[in-house]
């Protein structure tokens, strides 16, 4: 899954075999992976030690708001970074 990832339409993120790999605004690389479907919005990531995770899951469409997609981004750095 880490082996060749590929990049993403605008190099964003990473894809290794379905799992979404980003670098964040601190410095460290996280593993995970997020989805939009159904009038909702969830990711998961992780540190490669496991050692920092974060799950979180919206009953509301970001792409109707992007100051919600914009916080749910925040609180990922927040709590992988902080």
């Known amino acids: 899954m880490l082996l060749e990832p590929v990049a993403d339409h605008d190099g964003t993120y990473y ?3 379905e799992l979404m790999i980003v670098k964040l605004r601190c410095g ?3 593993y995970g992976h997020e989805g939009r479907d159904l009038g909702g ?5 992780s540190s490669r030690d496991g050692s920092r995770q974060v799950v979180l899951a ?4 970001p792409d109707d708001s992007p100051g919600l997609e914009n916080a749910a981004y ?6 992988l970074c902080d």
Do not use: M, P
């Open 28 to 30: 460290i690389t996280v």
């Open 15 to 17: 894809y290794g075999l």
């Open 74 to 79: 925040e609180f990922r750095d927040r709590a």
């Open 58 to 61: 919206l009953t509301a469409w």
């Open 41 to 45: 919005f969830s990711y998961n990531f």
